[in-house]
């Protein structure tokens, strides 16, 4: 990110080295020296830190980085705007605003900052919300023509911002952290869905990203990123940040002491497959906690639970599940061969999940016999998806293909296991019961995919571990902000007969950001027209009305008015 200023190109001897790239002239300092003492040579280690002004060489337009390692570099004043928008959004903000003092995000921030850097990690939040942004740069544009927390509504640089980053102290999120779980509900059992995800760094050199099994792999260094959330509450509880190297499966049992650490005692674990392993699983109970996990319905744990109770439930009205159409039933059976431990296998088998699968199983066949038979006569060897479904017959020389036979066995068995899957239990629960509380991690799933989505985080646009960390707080506000927009708007929505299509989180704040206030001739502003009947109606979904919007315009004109003597 490439601040809004200029500075002299510093003085480093033997330390800049500048790289042209696509026309620019870039300056990168070397921060550190690592000697392989196989090779028998020094490796440097450099950062970019800005590119050179092409009608001043001595000049440079300095990035983050550049604050990072010349902390006591002389810069110039920061700009300011004395200039605010004439066209003021507000319907946005008046909504964040009192979610925000609701949660009690206030009240927790500045018990640990002071208040303008609070008030600006709300700005921050806000505007990543509204603006499905986390790019610095492009802040001061939002904060021109939009109502802000800042003391005064003070516009910041993105210089400012970037600074801001760097220098957010690491204690901040911890301590977050540990308040915001200390005022949670810990008498009743609390269901908690737990999911991950990588994220990209584009650039400098943070210390936790690291080449591992990126989701989508960008051919970048990668950092994890998971959230635990409450699904009966729907809000998110705590986030961890981890190496890119370290899988889903083996930060689990952090993450479980994680939640001990917090004070959680009554917790349920809903899990997608991806976590099942006996260590997971065995630590989630010995911690006194319960596990409700997806399996697949061929996994071999399975597999013969499937086959031994086929046929004896999916046409019963006794196990019918008309909310989601599904039959289902629970049977309870040890968890390994062997082990004391047994679980509750909830069984269920879907119609419809049937003829879908079985339209993909008899696809992939046709596809894989029909590339086995442009191999006739060629020298092939094949791997073991295909010598599952196929005998592989070859020449007298073993080597070339003579032609392919279909394990009819096989693929019938596996047609036939289509449309069933289960839901493993540690609580004694009901078919019925393990499928509601698991569905009610698919809310919990939108929530977590709206981080990248709608919150601008697929990319983290930082390039220091301190910059880094400030970003992931900030995002973490957003999500809690974001989630009790979604939650608010999904209860409203049940209780109306038919369900418009703006009470969408992306749509409403759309509608939202068109209650505006402009500035007239006597510099005071005021709002530009009245309330929407649609925009009554989001706002009902918050417990406001047009009169709540009213007064919050009134409050910002005042609060304006002030900041000019």
Known sequence: ?????????????????????????????????????????????????????????????????????????????????DNRSPYLHIGAYAVL???????????????????????LLLDLALYSIVSENNAAQYYPDYAYDHALFTPEMRIYSDSHLSDFLRKMDPQQPVLFLNEWNSSRNKRQKIYVSYDSTNKSCQAGDIDIAEYGNAKVDEGQPIFNYSVAFDTNNREPLFYERYPGSINDVSQLTCMIDKARGYGYKKLGFILDRG????????????????????????????????????????????????????YGITLRRALFPGDEQEAYFHLYYSDGKAYGEKQR??????????????????????????????????????????????????????????????????????AREALDLYKGRDASEKLFRSDKSYLGNRTMRVASNEAQSAKIFIQFIALILRCRIYTDLKAK??????????????????????????????????????????????LSAFGMTDGNIKGKAKEIEKLLQEGKR
């Open 1 to 81: 990110m490439f601040l809004d200023f200029k500075v002299k190109i510093p003085d480093a001897p033997g330390k800049l080295v500048r790289k042209n790239r696509k026309g620019q002239t870039y300056i990168e300092y070397e921060y550190e020296r690592t000697y392989d003492p196989v090779k028998q040579y020094t490796y440097p280690k450099r950062a970019s830190i800005g590119r050179v002004d092409p009608e001043d060489p001595t000049m440079m337009t300095p990035n983050s980085n550049f604050l990072k390692y010349f902390p006591d570099a002389e810069l110039p004043e920061e700009k300011s705007r």
């Open 97 to 119: 605003h009192k979610l925000a003092l609701e949660s009690g995000l206030d009240k927790i921030l500045l018990k640990n900052m002071e208040e303008k850097d609070a008030m």
């Open 493 to 538: 929505c049940e209780s109306m007969t038919k369900r418009p299509n703006y009470m969408t989180v992306p749509a409403a704040l759309k509608e939202l950001e068109k209650i505006v206030m402009i500035r007239q001739l006597d510099g005071c502003y005021r709002l530009d027209h009245a309330v929407t009947k649609t925009q009554k109606t989001i």
């Open 361 to 430: 199983i008899k696809e992939r066949i046709r596809q894989m016999g029909k590339y086995l038979n442009d191999q006739v006569g060629r020298e092939r060897v094949f791997g073991d998806t295909f010598e599952k479904y196929f005998y592989l017959h070859y020449e007298k020389d073993g080597k070339t293909f003579k032609f392919a036979e279909e394990k009819t066995k096989v693929i019938e068995e596996e047609l036939s296991l289509a449309g069933y899957f289960v839901i493993l239990s540690s609580d004694k629960l009901t």
């Open 275 to 326: 976590y099942f392993s006996r260590k997971n699983l065995t630590h989630i109970v010995q911690n006194g906690y319960s596990y409700l996990i997806m399996m697949k319905g061929m996994k071999r744990l399975v597999r013969d639970i499937v086959l031994s109770e086929m046929g004896t439930f999916e046409n019963s009205r006794r196990h019918y599940n008309d909310r989601y159409d599904r």
